[in-house]
């Protein structure tokens, strides 16, 4: 008798400890994802793409590439906002990330606090770009020239909301210009109706119209960053000509984890992506592609979307910008 309620005492002992909650899996265990927000050929996708076997020599797992493009970004956001907070499905984001929650009404995550910032990647510098036509030669004729026009300068964008947009934004508000904004699809039909003289100005990447400009079909009238671009060496930044608004809104490269993602976890990615987009031959084939690398601690990149996420939360606000 005094053993059956024993073995009942023991039964019932076990069924009232609490199930301990699954613990994550280790880091790296299993196949990495890294989730491209964007079309294949998009600036994080090349960057997927070209480090991905360096990641996967390094981790032992494979490391594949997954194009979620929608939205603006947000869908594949989306998608990483809701994995496992363990490591394997990483955000391959651009600067758009700190842009989007401000321009739609409704965004399926939180910027913060869904996310865990790991590594700023890469850059890319913007130019001020106008048609040959346009007589200004410098910022400051450029900006007399505006002012003088009474609205009458056309500006394009590859579309409502773009970086390129709240860029041009920005700039107009700084300077209290007017200008008509012209929306595209895509970047390939707005620097074809700047060339052909529909639109006046612009912002591009200046790995996109570089060649574009050495062919006397645009001219740059200033680039972004804090030195003069490696690809346009011969043209002055916008700090050059005395305007420091525009400081800081180079095009970004990141990575991101999901939202409570261990510290330990985080800091052994960051790691690994600085050093493999450290080497010099990664450095040189990014180069060739306009972009430049820059790193960062996870704590310098979390200031860095803070920071973004206040400016053109500001720029969005002021121009009264809403997504298509």
Not at 126 to 144: G, R, T
Not at 157 to 165: E, F, I, K, L, S
Request: net charge positive; proline share 8%; hydrophobic share 45%.
């Amino acid at each position: 008798m005094q053993r059956r309620n024993f073995a009942l005492a023991a039964a019932a002992a076990c069924l009232a400890t609490p199930v301990l909650a699954q613990s994550p899996a280790p880091f790296p265990s299993k196949t990495i994802t890294l989730v491209v927000p964007f079309t294949p050929s998009s600036g994080s996708d090349i960057i997927a793409r070209i480090i991905a076997p360096r990641l996967s020599a390094r981790w032992g797992q494979p490391v594949i590439v997954d194009n979620k493009p929608g939205a603006s970004g947000n869908l594949g956001a989306q998608a990483v906002a809701t994995a496992a907070p363990d490591g394997h499905t990483l955000l391959m984001a651009i600067n758009s990330f700190t842009m989007t929650p401000s321009i739609y009404k409704s965004v399926p995550f939180d910027a913060v606090t869904d996310f865990a910032p790991v590594a700023k990647l890469a850059e890319a510098g913007y130019a001020f770009v106008v048609h040959p036509a346009v007589p200004a030669k410098d910022m400051k004729q450029l900006i007399e020239l505006v002012k003088k026009s009474g609205g009458n300068i056309n500006y394009g964008t590859p579309g409502n909301g773009t970086p390129q947009h709240l860029a041009m934004e920005l700039f107009k508000s700084a300077h209290h210009l007017d200008a008509m904004h012209v929306p595209y699809k895509g970047i390939q039909g707005a620097l074809t109706d700047l060339m052909g003289g529909q639109v006046q100005m612009m912002f591009a990447t200046v790995h996109s119209t570089r060649p574009l400009e050495q062919a006397g079909k645009m001219r740059f009238i200033a680039v972004t960053g804090e030195q003069r671009n490696p690809i346009a060496p011969d043209i002055p930044t916008f700090r050059e000509q005395g305007i420091t608004v525009m400081d800081g809104i180079d095009a970004w490269y990141g990575v991101f984890a999901p939202g409570r993602t261990p510290a330990d976890t985080v800091a052994r990615i960051n790691r690994d992506f600085v050093e493999v987009m450290n080497m010099p031959d990664i450095k040189a084939e990014l180069a060739q592609k306009g972009l430049s690398v820059k790193t960062s601690t996870p704590a310098q990149f979390a200031q860095v979307v803070k920071s973004d996420l206040a400016r053109w939360k500001k720029v969005v606000v002021d121009a009264r910008i809403t997504a298509d």
